[in-house]
């Protein structure tokens, strides 16, 4: 069923890559299949030396702007995306990453279209390296003042924004190698004050692959990085924040075999 909405708004979607000749192409159809048309849709590719470039222009007529060039990582990429969107809306879909369904992003129109807000988050699904078994169920709650706080963070890419946010309060920081997304969510939300509620629908499907979602280093790093964005941003972290957090991560596991 199609929703009936006014297509006004014209939706970015920014997708980052390197070396991804196995799993872009998926992540490219689940943009392209999309009912809701008004996309734009932008691949940085950090100068990868497989075939992405040659999926990349198999696609070409679907894909509004690329490059191929050189990064000095992730959120870099993810920052030449944000300079080169042209959308009222602004989202990302990693490589080997997958919108949910072919609805998604028309659902996350509608919602734009009918409430006054700056931004919204909505659930993911987390599957095993296969893709066979949903491993994690990340399913947030209505937005509330004390969320971060008490350890909770939307999956990075079920957070769409209006792209005004990032000209006023800035981009992704380069300081952080793998929590860049926790310290602007952090800034977004706790220190500015975007008005930002839930989308109850779950937006993204993904891997155990990522990078900040593999092995007991990463998350020790990225737990750290969090701490340092609150000191950064002269905001003191409660005693309580990083095992809540933790603590969420094995909740998400129990739904997922519930």
């Not at 734009?40 to 060039?69: L, P, Q, R």
């Amino acid at each position: 069923m199609k929703l009936s909405i006014q297509k006004n708004l014209k939706i970015s979607i920014i997708t980052i890559c390197f070396n991804s000749q196995a799993t872009l192409e998926p992540t490219i159809q689940s943009v392209i299949n999309q009912t809701y048309k008004n996309i734009e849709y932008i691949i940085i590719d950090g100068a990868s030396n497989d075939k992405t470039v040659e999926i990349i222009e198999k696609y070409d007529d679907h894909i509004s702007k690329w490059i191929s060039e050189p990064d000095k990582g992730i959120y870099d990429a993810i920052n030449k995306g944000l300079k080169l969107a042209s959308g009222d809306i602004v989202g990302l879909i990693h490589s080997g990453d997958c919108l949910y369904e072919d609805l998604t992003i028309e659902k996350i129109a509608d919602h734009f279209e009918s409430n006054d807000i700056d931004a919204i988050y909505g659930h993911s699904k987390i599957y095993s390296d296969d893709g066979e078994n949903v491993v994690r169920i990340n399913k947030s709650p209505h937005f509330r003042d004390n969320l971060l706080k008490i350890g909770w963070f939307p999956s990075h890419q079920s957070f769409y924004a209006k792209r005004e946010l990032f000209e006023q309060y800035g981009l992704y920081s380069l300081h952080y190698k793998i929590a860049a997304d926790y310290e602007l969510f952090l800034r977004f939300v706790h220190i500015h004050k975007i008005n930002i509620n839930l989308l109850d629908e779950f937006i993204v499907k993904f891997s155990l692959g990522g990078i900040s979602s593999s092995g007991i280093k990463s998350i020790i790093s990225h737990n750290k990085e969090c701490v340092a964005a609150w000191r950064d941003n002269n905001l003191k972290i409660p005693f309580y924040t990083i095992p809540l957090k933790l603590s969420r991560k094995i909740k998400q596991f129990i739904l997922a075999k519930m």
